[in-house]
């Protein structure tokens, strides 16, 4: 493989700075699923950021309390709406869409903070003191570490979050016995400390209601003793040292040290989306101290091998190497990160890849809730959009990377939900909207909240978010072939579809079309020469129902279903139009050619059929496709950074390396903006590699992991295609574990020379693999590696 490096020597695997993290955007995440934790790796004073997936604001009362619509709704409030719209008057469909629209959705919280405060033979160092320093994350590992010299002294720490145990461990070790150690827990929350033996407990109380900063209300962060209340939490700490240890209410203090480790746990009253959280927070502080007790029965060597061995199984699956210099390997993360507006650093964006690889085995396990906007780490009490479910896309692009890059099993906190929230939008179909079936809006949150929220119609006036989220069914069964999922998932799949079937209306002629319509977030400008949102058939609901409809009707034929729907959907997918072509040959947003009131809107909502959908290919639809590029090209390259990696997914697609590639240098730029921000110009990513919306939002960093591996390897057309959209910049490289549909696992290799590929499936099948033009059809036998090679 020419110069690449070995990856447990480079910077492919491991993030590493030469100072500790000022911010909270500089901090490293750990994560076992349910807790987060954010390590800062400081010299005398340090932090580490503590989360709880499971810790929202609010539960089922709070949702019910903020469910009053503002105005009519039902089948007449609908056709109310259609019938303005038909009638050319949008200013009052605008204002009775509005009538759909209550409350809000609910927050994810933060839980708190352990704060440490480390001696050195009695003083506290200072930064300006200590030698050697260096701070690390290690991707493979799951470990980070700090280590500086003071006085000859070798300090060192390594803090993981293991999920076989359920703890975070932090440890600390000294050449000398001079170490000292003072622990307090805080949190942002209603909190109080509870005495342990040799730890630290802290009881806390959830608010029952937290608006989402953009709202003004008269009381944002309300906690209540009623029926409504929020739900409890705990933290729990205990340590294990060689030196002497001493415990207050609120502080634990070792002196005279070599190690001191401490073991956390957490815990919550959360028990599911429609049960209201009863358990006390002594009972939580329980709970998670028994988890802490086991793990402190365990040797610290014991506890690091079991971690790192469950983390190993799914992280190892896959992996990318970009050849790139040793001079850049040998720079700290923020500094590449700082050059590479200017300096092409092919490894760093592998190490983006990896990264994204590594957040999600951190953050979504089987049992869990789905990512939010932050994954699970969060430090904001009212964090921006309320750090929630934003299914209009965010959440979607959160999975986009499960099944490609093998951690199908990561996907399954999703695949729960979506039944769940297929549950309780049976309710918000019927009486929103006097429908069957199900629907969600943009916005949810972990009590299953599918009302349209009280807004902008812009946003809120969107029911498509079944639609596009039970395609993550589909995509599940594709990739595994996993029929008894599929049966289980066909209760979800039919729901959208009974949904959409009832939405959809009549055109004038004769097709059919969505109204009232919207694409998501963005505005078009109206006969009147304003911005308005509402209107009919926008190009994205129609892809999003075809494809529902689509695969409901293979669903059922695989599973051998008899349902008089399934031949209602087919009949109603020939009268769906196809996207039209607008008169600068850009595929059109609306049904109508309407002016965007933003050219450079960040959603790219009528390029779903390029991605994640696949109506829209360069071989099968070539108009299409190119009307796709045209519209990229109108949007221009700035945008925010989900939306930049979008772009990635969009470009790789339609097979157009070099814009692939420029959008994925423009997300490896520093990001200079921490606000909220609708526009390009703060997007990238921050020192820790965290995307930048701005502000930070994780859905960028799994996006642009998507957006590579559809650049390196892409299986939605039904042939497998090697290296489709692979920049020049990236002469060499090998990448390992991608899959493919039908549970085919592709390794590749290439230099200048040319392309070798690995392909392992887990049933016996025929296929047919590509590269550039050439074609080659393989038999491939379950289990035994198929090498393919092409110049």
Same mark, same amino acid.
């Given at each position: ?101 209550? %409350?809000?959705? *609910? ?19 200072? #930064? ?61 929350? &209603? ?5 342990? &033996? ?32 929020? +739900? ?57 101290? *028994? ?16 971690? *790192? ?21 040998? &720079? ?64 979607? +692009? ?24 297929? *549950?309780? %939008? ?54 595994? %072939? ?57 190009? +994205? ?41 607008? #008169? ?6 609306? #049904? ?22 696949? #109506? ?116 060499? %490289? ?58």
């Amino acid at each position: 493989m020419g110069n690449l490096v070995s990856s447990d020597r480079s910077g492919l695997q491991r993030m590493f700075y030469d100072r500790p993290a000022a911010t909270w955007l500089e901090a490293l995440p750990l994560g076992n699923g349910r807790i987060g934790a954010m390590c800062f790796g400081g010299i005398g004073r340090d932090r580490i950021g503590l989360n709880d997936e499971t810790l929202w604001s609010g539960g089922p009362e709070t949702a019910r309390l903020l469910s009053t619509p503002l105005g009519a709704t039902g089948a007449d409030a609908v056709q109310a709406v259609r019938d303005a719209l038909r009638a050319g008057d949008i200013r009052r469909a605008h204002e009775l869409a509005r009538g759909f629209h209550s %409350g809000y959705s *609910q927050a994810y919280l933060p839980l708190g903070d352990l704060l440490l405060e480390v001696r050195i033979d009695g003083a506290t160092p200072e #930064a300006g003191e200590v030698t050697r320093y260096r701070r690390e994350l290690d991707l493979d590992a799951a470990l980070a570490t700090a280590e500086y010299e003071l006085g000859g002294v070798v300090v060192r720490q390594e803090v993981f979050v293991s999920a076989p145990d359920g703890v975070l461990v932090h440890r600390m070790t000294a050449s000398e016995p001079v170490l000292a150690l003072t622990c307090r827990l805080t949190s942002p929350l &209603q909190s109080r400390p509870h005495a342990v &033996q040799d730890g630290l407990g802290l009881l806390l109380q959830a608010p029952a209601d937290v608006a989402p900063p953009h709202r003004d209300v008269p009381e944002p962060i309300r906690y209540s003793d009623g029926a409504d209340r929020g +739900m409890a939490a705990a933290i729990a700490l205990r340590t294990t040292t060689d030196g002497e240890v001493g415990a207050r209410d609120s502080e634990l203090t070792v002196e005279g040290a070599t190690e001191i480790a401490l073991i956390l746990s957490t815990a919550t009253g959360y028990d599911g989306p429609f049960s209201a959280p009863t358990r006390t927070a002594e009972e939580c502080w329980f709970a998670a101290d *028994q988890t802490v007790l086991a793990a402190l029965d365990r040797e610290y060597d014991e506890l690091l091998a079991d971690h *790192q061995t469950d983390h190993r199984r799914l992280f190892r699956r896959a992996s990318l190497e970009l050849a790139g210099s040793a001079e850049q390997y040998g &720079q700290p993360t923020d500094v590449r990160v700082a050059r590479a507006r200017d300096v092409e650093d092919p490894a760093l964006a592998a190490l983006i890849f990896n990264y994204g690889r590594y957040l999600m085995v951190a953050s979504s396990r089987p049992g869990g809730l789905p990512t939010n906007l932050q994954g699970i780490w969060n430090d904001i009490l009212r964090p921006p959009w309320s750090s929630n479910f934003t299914v209009n896309i965010n959440t979607e +692009m959160n999975y986009w990377p499960a099944e490609t890059t093998n951690l199908s099993e990561c996907h399954e906190p999703l695949l729960r939900y979506i039944g769940h929230l297929a *549950q309780a %939008g049976r309710r918000t179909a019927r009486e929103r909207y006097g429908c069957g079936g199900w629907t969600a809006h943009h916005n949810a949150d972990a009590w299953c909240w599918t009302l349209p929220v009280e807004g902008d119609p812009r946003w809120s006036n969107w029911p498509m978010a079944g639609a596009w989220l039970v395609r993550h069914l589909w995509d599940h069964y594709e990739f595994t %072939g996993d029929a008894q999922f599929l049966g289980e998932a066909w209760p979800a799949l039919r729901g959208a579809a009974e949904f959409c079937l009832d939405w959809l209306v009549e055109m004038p002629d004769g097709s059919l079309g969505t109204a009232p319509s919207t694409s998501p977030e963005n505005d078009y400008i109206a006969g009147d020469g304003q911005p308005a949102s509402v209107t009919e058939s926008s190009t +994205m609901d129609l892809a999003l129902i075809s494809d529902l409809f689509h695969r409901v009707e293979q669903a059922a034929e695989l599973l051998d279903v008899v349902d008089p729907i399934v031949g209602e959907l087919a009949t109603a997918r020939k009268r769906l139009p196809e996207p039209s072509i607008g #008169a600068q040959g850009q595929l059109q947003e609306w #049904a109508a050619d309407l002016p965007e009131e933003d050219p450079h809107h960040r959603h790219q909502s009528h390029l779903i059929g390029v991605h994640p959908g696949d #109506a829209i290919t360069p071989d099968g639809t070539p108009s299409l496709a190119a009307a796709a590029v045209r519209t990229l090209d109108l949007r221009g390259d700035e945008a925010t950074g989900w939306s930049l990696a979008w772009k990635i997914c969009l470009r790789s697609r339609l097979r157009d390396a070099a814009g692939a590639h420029r959008l994925v240098r423009a997300f490896l730029t520093p990001a200079d903006d921490t606000g909220t921000s609708y526009v390009g110009s703060g997007a990238g990513v921050y020192p820790n590699l965290f995307c930048a919306h701005p502000p930070f939002q994780i859905d960028g960093n799994f996006g642009a992991t998507a957006g590579i591996a559809e650049m390196l390897l892409q299986s939605h057309t039904g042939e497998v295609e090697l290296l489709p959209a692979l920049p020049a910049a990236w002469t060499r %490289g090998r990448v390992t574990g991608l899959r493919a549909r039908g549970g085919v696992v592709v390794d590749i290799s290439w230099t200048p020379r040319g392309v070798e590929a690995v392909l392992t499936a887990d049933r016996d099948q025929e296929r047919v693999v590509r590269h550039g033009d050439e074609r080659v059809p393989v038999r491939l036998t379950a289990g035994i590696g198929h090498r393919v090679s092409s110049n």
